[in-house]
């Protein structure tokens, strides 16, 4: 792999930067997730702040990805499973432009995550339900170490890409 063209450095820095700041949301979230009790036994409140910590989360994610897609790639998707498609993309190397950003195994958790975004976004009389959040809490918790090692090579390669020559 070559690097990112000709991109500046200035521009690459500010895209590191602004990836940890997304990166300090996710972490956020997933600190409020570990602090859920792992018995069950979860009332509303605590159905409500799993269900708030796993959208925020995942907007955090998707958030770094659609900066490297928009600073790297120049376009999004358009399509309209334009998220899908951009968190599959994020999985491909793009020969002279950049390494994967996550792993596929990451990207099977962050689809399901997707997933539970999107009703939570359009399910507004629903009741938030203990035994559907609590496997996808667990899942994301489990899959928070290995994103994050994905996210530090990533940052690695655009360190290096920032590196004066």
């Not at 708030?52 to 790297?72: D, F, K, M, P, Q």
């Not at 035994?131 to 809490?137: F, I």
Request: with cysteine; glycine share 8%.
């Amino acid at each position: 792999m070559s690097g990112v063209g000709a991109q500046s450095s200035p521009r690459l820095a500010r895209l590191r930067a602004e990836i940890r700041d997304d990166r300090r949301a996710f972490d956020k979230r997933i600190a409020e997730l570990a602090k859920l009790p792992t018995d069950g036994g979860w009332d509303s409140g605590a159905c409500a702040i799993a269900a708030v910590a796993l959208h925020g989360g995942y907007g955090a994610i998707e958030s770094a990805i659609e900066r490297v897609t928009r600073s790297l790639e120049g376009d999004l998707p358009t399509s309209p499973n334009w998220h899908r498609e951009l968190l599959h993309g994020a999985t491909l190397e793009i020969e002279g432009v950049r390494p994967p950003i996550i792993s596929e195994s990451t990207e099977r958790v962050l689809k399901q995550i997707l997933g539970f975004r999107h009703f939570f976004r359009h399910a507004y009389a629903a009741d938030l339900d203990f035994v559907q959040l609590q496997p996808l809490v667990k899942r994301l918790l489990e899959a928070a170490p290995a994103l994050a090692a994905e996210l530090d090579a990533f940052d690695l390669f655009l360190s290096l890409a920032c590196a004066p020559v």
